[in-house]
Structure formats: structure tokens, C-alpha cells
């Protein structure tokens, strides 16, 4: 009995160390089929990687051309919208200055125009001129276009006359003190109302004076003098 015993437990430790040979060698086969467990599920979840790599590029390459295309289209609305802006702003210059155009051609020229198409021959320099151009350099004048009326023009040139070439009248008058009354030019002033006149005629033909210094008209001013009243 004990022998058999023996015989048992050295048969199991025969195998106890065939199969820790078998597992420092790597080929036991429980170990190999956990390693192939193992690989198997390491291939499936690559290949979830994998697969679920591809649909995140996948949807970010169609979210690329989707912004793309977007980005686009704005790009070519912006360009679209500043050229018809340029246009119309060149369209509103062109139609400024076709008025400005007209409003010169309505007005005429300010100063002469000359053709552009007539050709002169050049004189020599010994040659004289003939009775023809004589009569042309005789009878062409300088053209002269004036902006100004006339009358506005004509009190512009009095203005400017010097005030000494107007020769200045200056009237005497004779005043006299008779027996305490007051005589002027023969008239006996005894009140002072006509004290009064008297300075008044003065100060008026001051007036008078100065206006005829400077060329302006005077006969109201002499008809009120003359006569002791306002004119009408």
C-alpha cells in the first residue's frame, strides 16, 4: 500500500514538473489558449479602433468641406458685393462729370478755343510778311469776356479814379452881423428857428462838398438848399 502511494505522488511530481517545463518554455496548453484569448481580443479592439478612427476622419473631412464651401460662397458674395459697389461709385463719377461736362458746354468756353487740325508752315527767318498777314496782325484783337456787367465795371473804374483828379467845388457864403441880427446872404435871421436853418444849411452843404469830391450825384441835396425843403 505504501508502495502504491510512493508510485502516486512521484507520478504526480513527475507531472507537477513537466508542466512548469511546459510554462517556463511557454507551450503549456491552458497558457497557450489564454494567449490566443487574449490576441483575439486584441485584434477585436483594434479593429474597433481602427473602425471607429476612420468615422472621426470621416466626419471631420466632411465638416471640413462643408466650412470650406461655406467660407467660399461668403468670400465670393463679399467680392461680388464690393465690385458692384466700385461700379456704381465709378457709374455715379462718370455721371458727375458728364454733368460737369455739360454744365461748361452750356456756359461756353472761358477763354478762346483753337483747332487742333490747322497746320501752319513755319516763316524762315529772313522772310517778311506779307499785306495778307499784316492785315490779319492789324485787324485780330485780343478777345476779352467780361464777367461783370457793365454799370458794375464802370462805378469800379470811378472808384479807382484818385480823389485829387475830381476838381472839388467849394461855395462861399456871405454872413454878416447887423445891429445884433443875423445876416445871411442878405437874409435877416432874427429868430432862432432860423439859427437853426442857417446850421443846418451849413452842415448840408458839408455834405454837399464831400459828395462832390468823390463824383455823386447832388441835385437833390441843391434842390433842398435852395429851396428850404425835402425833396419829393
Request: proline letters at 5%; glycine letters at 2%.
Amino acid at each position: 500500500m505504501k508502495r502504491h502511494i510512493q508510485n502516486c505522488r512521484e507520478q504526480r511530481i513527475a507531472e507537477l514538473q513537466e508542466e512548469l517545463r511546459l510554462v517556463e518554455s511557454g507551450k503549456h496548453p491552458k497558457f497557450l489558449e489564454k494567449l490566443r484569448e487574449f490576441q483575439q481580443k486584441q485584434a477585436d479592439e483594434m479593429e474597433m479602433i481602427d473602425i471607429m478612427y476612420e468615422r472621426e476622419k470621416e466626419e471631420i473631412e466632411r465638416k471640413f468641406r462643408l466650412e470650406h464651401a461655406a467660407i467660399q460662397r461668403e468670400l465670393k458674395e463679399r467680392e461680388d458685393d464690393l465690385v458692384q459697389a466700385l461700379l456704381l461709385e465709378v457709374d455715379d463719377r462718370i455721371r458727375f462729370i458728364e454733368a460737369e461736362v455739360a454744365v461748361l458746354d452750356v456756359a461756353g468756353p472761358a477763354c478762346p478755343t483753337f483747332s487742333m487740325n490747322k497746320k501752319c508752315l513755319r516763316r524762315r527767318p529772313h522772310d517778311t510778311p506779307t499785306s495778307t498777314e499784316k492785315k490779319k496782325a492789324r485787324t485780330t484783337a485780343p478777345a476779352i469776356i467780361h464777367l461783370l456787367p457793365e454799370h458794375i465795371i464802370a462805378e469800379d473804374v470811378r472808384l479807382l479814379v484818385p480823389a485829387e483828379s475830381i476838381p472839388s467845388v467849394v461855395q462861399h457864403h456871405k454872413v454878416s452881423l447887423d445891429n445884433g441880427k443875423l445876416i445871411y446872404e442878405g437874409k435877416t435871421l432874427v429868430s432862432a428857428n432860423s439859427l437853426a436853418h442857417l446850421l443846418l444849411y451849413q452842415l448840408i452843404f458839408g455834405v454837399l462838398n464831400f459828395f462832390q469830391a468823390f463824383s455823386f450825384p447832388s441835385l437833390l441835396l441843391t434842390s433842398y438848399i435852395q429851396f428850404g425843403r425835402t425833396p419829393e
